[in-house]
């Protein structure tokens, strides 16, 4: 074998073959300990609790085509509340392979955790280098609520159309980074955060390309912004034509879920309320956690992380933390948060492989066992 040809082979077991060892991993280690720690057998209803159930619902039987109300006449949550992208891939999925609804979905949260850890090993190697792209990617499998990777969720697709959007915008692919930016913003209403982004990354093209620093054509940046950009708007314009009220989408989201943008109060209210008289040590973790998270994004903004990248993460963690609603979701919403991973991972990049391996090895003992706590012993929704 020829030296290039040992490199080539060197670069693609690395981004390749071990991120998606450590992905596989860590879901096997994490389906053990739900079926450890489970009180039944129902470990895919578990996986399809929640949240889960109205994305297959969706998925089944369409979106609703009005609001929803209870008995009492009270305005209620319904599909509409949850955006497209993960519900019509898994009605692909269950065209194509015939499976029933919900293992579809499941099927879709694994594959799509499996490509997003691929691509978040490479966009990581690409902005420092291979050790530290694969301790993102470990972080990313072994955080606190990476069982929604597992789940009949959103955050794996959405985390991986987002990592390929980036990755995408770094390497100068615009249009197809345009094209993975409006799937993200299909998928979330954080997809706005991943558009910005990539409004961003390409503002700085143009500027790199002005300066005569870069080659290339404007058209390309600024087109896939653009196509980006309409993701989210696209589909709150869509509800709110087929309920007749352009603010449907916010009113159902308020009605069945309590999330408000009141600019953090609530957020406080509830670390207050938890470092204060914490009912319970979930409580009194999530509120450390979210205190953790605000610490690792100013790391990272002092070490002056990619700003695409830093744009993206703050903006998801101004989104999720500025919102009322169940504070027990929060660490979930910002799976796909990705800023405050780097802080981390650059530190695991830069210590010895032993050291390292014990940090990530004591990191994914936690972080897999309270995924599963939340979602065997734990009464409430993530």
């Known amino acids: 074998m020829t030296p290039v040809n040992e490199i080539t082979q060197r670069v693609r077991t690395t981004l390749i073959a071990l991120p998606l060892g450590v992905y596989a991993l860590s879901r096997l280690v994490q389906l053990a300990l739900l079926w450890w720690m489970s009180p039944d057998d129902k470990i895919r209803d578990r996986l399809l609790a929640w949240d889960g159930g109205h994305f297959v619902r969706v998925a089944e039987e369409g979106y609703p085509t009005g609001y929803s109300y209870d008995g009492e006449g009270h305005l209620t949550g319904n599909g509409l509340a ?93 249009l197809l980074a345009g094209v993975l930016g409006l799937a993200a913003g299909l998928t979330r209403p954080t997809g706005a955060a991943a558009a910005i982004a990539l409004a961003v990354a390409a503002v700085i093209a ?27 708007p696209s ?33 406080l209210t509830f670390l207050r309320d938890a470092f204060k008289a914490g009912d319970g040590w979930i409580q009194v973790s999530i ?31 101004v989104l999720v933390l500025g919102q009322a609603g169940y504070y027990h979701s929060k660490p979930r ?24 391996a014990l940090v990530l090895a004591a990191c994914g003992a936690f972080g897999l066992w309270y995924g599963s706590y939340l979602i065997t012993v734990w ?4």
């Not at 709110?240 to 609530?266: E, H, K, M, N």
């Open 82 to 174: 949850f955006f497209p992208g993960y519900p019509m891939t898994v009605r692909l999925v269950h065209l194509i392979t015939r499976l029933d609804y919900g293992t579809a979905a499941i099927t879709v949260s694994w594959l799509a955790g499996a490509v997003a850890a691929v691509l978040l090993c490479a966009l990581g190697t690409r902005l420092y280098d291979e050790r530290t792209g694969l301790a993102l990617t470990a972080l990313f499998c072994v955080q606190p609520m990476s069982m929604a990777l597992s789940m009949g969720y959103s955050e794996a697709l959405f985390t991986a159309f987002v990592v390929g959007m980036l990755l995408c915008a770094h390497r100068g692919a615009w």
């Open 206 to 232: 143009i500027v790199k390309q002005r300066r005569g620093e870069a080659g290339g054509g404007v058209w390309k940046p600024i087109l896939g912004a653009v196509i980006a950009l309409a993701g989210v």
């Open 235 to 267: 589909y709150l314009l869509w509800v709110g034509l087929r309920v007749g009220d352009l603010r449907a989408w916010f009113d159902i989201q308020t009605a069945g879920w309590g999330t408000t943008f009141d600019y953090g109060d609530s957020t």
């Open 287 to 317: 509120a450390w956690m979210l205190v953790g998270v605000v610490i690792l994004a100013v790391v990272a903004l002092v070490r002056r992380v990619w700003p695409p990248l830093a744009v993206y993460g703050l903006i998801v963690l």
């Open 333 to 356: 919403l910002l799976v796909p948060a990705l800023l405050i991973l780097v802080p981390p991972a650059v530190a695991l990049g830069r210590a010895r492989p032993r050291t390292a």
């Open 379 to 382: 009464h409430y929704a993530i």
